[in-house]
């Protein structure tokens, strides 16, 4: 059967129909920050629901795999300290990092993968498959990455963690409501800004409204895609991120009034190329290929070097840090990693000048990631261990190219570099932007409970400002878990107003009514895309930005309410683009306030031209008022001593868990 | 002339078949459609047969149907023509790609 003929609706059509819960704590988004928080929540005893757009077992952008278990400074094999690292991560991106968050990532990764391996995961080469292996710990088994003296990257076998992770939150008794698509923060009766009383969403397959109020909610749905390019046609498998995470949450959050940091922060984009290859599938050297050997078409070897220039002859050298230098983060130099960063904290790398030195001849292109020379622990670790465990690397890469015959021992995969790109990326054009799909990015602002200015309102994962990676979404999962529990101790309901929700129905069903001029979901994306590429690309200044802002306010005003769509699947996508287009808002309201450039935000400004001058090193914070946007600053650091302040915090957290996570055995 | 019949059909997205379905091994247990997060399988009408692939542009290659699938062969990956990758035999320089 074609899927072009015309089939009924697999499903029960409900629009409309309402079903209610209860929870203490809400968690919106069942990915990895989501489960995790879930999980901590409900060992200390509280009644906790999440809600999930997709199905909790795959869904996120870590649903499919994990190799790197990023910043453990906690593990016993680590060099560096919790505060040494989180510090050198945050002033790595010139302060615009998340410190509270990282700083949580930094000292409890380790314990967190503890839980994770009493779940039933696998975290230590318990197989001895990598015995004698440079980069593992021979009595406890650890593998790790990057840096082999400081060892605070674990390698971990992560394609399974979030089967085993949304088992445990079943055990827990975790209410797990899947396929229901998260619209609406709900606030004491209804009143903008005040404190969180529940959620409200729409079942993906059969259209029925889902409301829970709860004491505590937990927001944790990643972060905005698809505001600057949107293509639907030819994107396949170099699709990096899955279509379900767009920003929801940072809509949500930002209509009852959270604070919002770091919007401005857009990047060309690595990803957005439909004209690219799989991710992780294609040879280069760095992230999950690190540190692969990179031969030209005649088999000579591209020279590594480590940050002083210093020409490195063996593989194992590319791991370990430079004379004078005390560690190093990643390495493998650095097509695919957004901001140059500092020097002192620069790992080894392919010479910076390959490309010119292809140019001249000294090299011919094309160039092959080599893992045949490589010692055969090293490429095993990368084939097959990182490839494989790596995100949505198990099946569309290790699987797929092996039953094609690829064999890493016998065959070189090609480079695309500098026929078509470096690395994994592609040469974009400047207005191909993207806001989260990969680095730090801009996010909800929170304290030290991981929570907004929303009483109630937590956050977790990619969510956050200035925050990435699995572990870091695990670590603050967990951590806000707790915190969110205990602020639901205690505490009534706050009370949901009938007239929210009746206004909400509206809103949320209005693409059903048949419209003679309708537009489609992805016409609306690519209409928003296009405003933003114009009046928000890389060149900007006052007039182009709020001609941005005029021409997102026309298309929400007049093309918004010709949005279409004549089922649940295609309701859910057209509200979504409904909040890539608030999120393409709050960006260019972000973008309009900053005056001055920014080097690693990678912001310019004609009209400002100055880079990074010292008045406007400091975070530029937005929230929706009553009336209009509001603006305010927090300086850099402003989360002040980290260690001070986690350490009371995650010694109450642990004192609040009533129950152990479930060992798998 | 021989022909497949004529019909009035709009083009297909492209990519348009992210996977394929081994109809000999896939049992129609629709545990694929379960699992993926992007939702874009639809069960067959009738009990048994192959899931539909609705929205295959909304596919993003995770893989998960086929990890999760418990009858192996069932489901396979279908990576786009322009997105397979090449590579060569360092020994005998012989030069391949993904088939
Ligand atoms: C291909 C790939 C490979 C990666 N590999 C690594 C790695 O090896 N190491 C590493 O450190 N990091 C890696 N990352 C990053 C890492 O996966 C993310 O940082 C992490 O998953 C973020 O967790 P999160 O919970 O914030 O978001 P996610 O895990 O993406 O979860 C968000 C969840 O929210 C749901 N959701 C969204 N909107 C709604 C809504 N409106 N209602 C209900 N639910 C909603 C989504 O369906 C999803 O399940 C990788 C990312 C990708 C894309």
Not at chain 1, 120 to 139: C, L, S
Not at chain 1, 443 to 470: E, K, R, Y
Not at chain 1, 519 to 545: F, H, I, P, S, T
Request: with cysteine.
């Amino acid at each position: 059967m074609s899927h072009f003929d015309s089939l009924p609706w697999p499903y029960p059509i409900k629009y409309g129909e309402q079903t209610n819960y209860d929870a203490d704590v809400l968690v919106l988004g069942g990915g990895i920050a989501g489960v995790w928080a879930a999980i901590t929540a409900a060992r200390t005893g509280a009644r906790v629901a999440i809600m999930e757009k997709g199905d909790t077992r795959r869904s996120g952008a870590g649903g499919t795999g994990c190799d790197h278990w990023q910043w453990a400074a906690d593990n016993p094999g680590s060099g560096v300290t919790p505060n040494e690292l989180s510090n050198a991560l945050v002033a790595n991106h010139g302060g615009w990092r998340n410190g509270m968050s990282t700083y949580i990532q930094c000292a409890s990764g380790y314990e967190t993968l503890l839980e994770l391996e009493a779940m039933g995961a696998k975290v230590r080469d318990v197989d001895d498959e990598f015995a004698g292996a440079p980069f593992r710990d021979e009595k406890t088994k650890l593998l790790y990455a990057y840096d082999y003296d400081n060892r605070f990257v674990i390698r971990v076998w992560g394609a399974n963690f979030k089967p085993l992770l949304r088992m445990e939150c079943l055990r827990r008794g975790v209410q797990i409501v899947d396929r229901v698509n998260a619209t609406t923060l709900l606030t004491e009766n209804g009143r903008h800004g005040a404190r969180i009383a529940g959620a409200a969403g729409v079942n993906t397959r059969t259209g029925a409204y889902v409301v829970v109020r709860a004491k505590a909610v937990v927001l944790a749905t990643n972060r905005p895609q698809r505001v600057f390019t949107f293509s639907s046609e030819h994107r396949g498998v170099t699709a990096f991120r899955g279509a379900s995470n767009v920003g929801n949450g940072h809509a949500m959050a930002w209509r009852i009034g959270a604070e919002f940091t770091m919007m401005e922060k857009t990047i060309r984009s690595p990803f957005a190329s439909p004209y690219s290859y799989p991710p992780y599938g294609s040879g280069n050297a760095i992230n999950t290929w690190y540190p692969c050997t990179i031969v030209d078409a005649n088999g000579k070897e591209a020279p590594w070097v480590d940050v002083n220039g210093k020409v490195l002859t063996t593989v194992e050298e590319r791991c370990h840090p430079a004379e004078g230098q005390k560690f190093f983060i990643m390495g493998g130099g650095n097509a695919s990693q957004p901001h140059p960063g500092l020097k002192q904290y620069g790992g080894p790398r392919l010479i910076p000048d390959l490309e010119d030195r292809m140019m001249r001849g000294e090299f011919t292109p094309p160039f092959y990631a080599d893992m045949t020379s490589m010692p055969d622990y090293e490429r095993r670790a990368i084939w097959g261990l990182m490839v494989g465990q790596e995100g949505r690397t198990r099946i569309p890469v290790l699987q797929t190219y092996s039953e094609g015959g690829f064999d890493p021992a016998r065959d070189m995969l090609q480079t695309y570099d500098f026929i078509r790109g470096h690395g994994m990326r592609e040469p974009v054009a400047p207005q191909e932007r993207t806001f989260g799909e990969i680095g730090v990015s801009g996010g909800m602002m929170v304290d030290w409970d991981m929570m907004s200015n929303i009483p109630g309102l937590f956050g977790a994962g990619d969510l956050l400002f200035g925050a990435q990676d699995h572990s870091h979404a695990a670590t603050t999962g967990r951590y806000v878990g707790a915190r969110a529990a205990l602020h639901a101790q205690g505490k009534d309901f706050a009370g949901i107003s009938e007239e929210q929700i009746v206004r909400d129905k509206e809103r949320v069903y209005a693409p059903l009514t048949a419209k003679p001029d309708s537009l489609d979901w992805k016409e609306l994306n690519a209409g928003v895309a296009r405003v933003m590429q114009n009046y928000c690309g890389e060149v900007k200044n006052a007039e182009l930005l709020s001609l941005g802002e005029m021409w997102l306010a026309d298309i929400a005003a007049n093309e918004v309410p010709r949005l279409a769509a004549d089922n649940p699947h295609k309701l859910m996508r057209a509200l979504d683009v409904a909040d890539i287009l608030t999120c393409a808002q709050m960006i260019v309201a972000a973008s309009q306030r900053r005056k001055a450039s920014s080097s690693t935000l990678h912001f310019s400004r004609l009209d400002y031209p100055d880079l990074d001058p010292p008045d406007w090193q400091k975070f530029l914070v937005i929230r929706k008022g009553e009336t209009d946007i509001e603006t305010s600053y927090r300086p850099h650091g402003f989360w002040g001593d980290l260690e001070a302040n986690y350490a009371p915090r995650a010694a109450e957290n642990r004192s609040a868990l009533r129950h152990k996570v479930s060992s798998a055995a | 002339m021989n022909h497949s019949p004529v019909l009035a059909t709009p083009n297909f997205p492209t990519p348009g078949r992210p996977v394929i379905f081994d109809p000999d091994v896939c049992n129609g247990c629709n545990l694929c459609i379960v699992v993926c997060p992007e939702d874009v399988f639809i069960p067959h009408p009738t009990k048994g047969g192959l899931p539909i692939i609705l929205f295959p542009e909304e596919c993003y290659y995770c893989g998960a149907c086929v990890d999760d699938c418990n009858r192996k062969g069932a489901i396979r990956l279908n990576h786009p023509l322009q997105q397979r990758v090449r590579w060569k035999n360092k020994k005998t320089n012989e030069h391949s790609r993904l088939r």
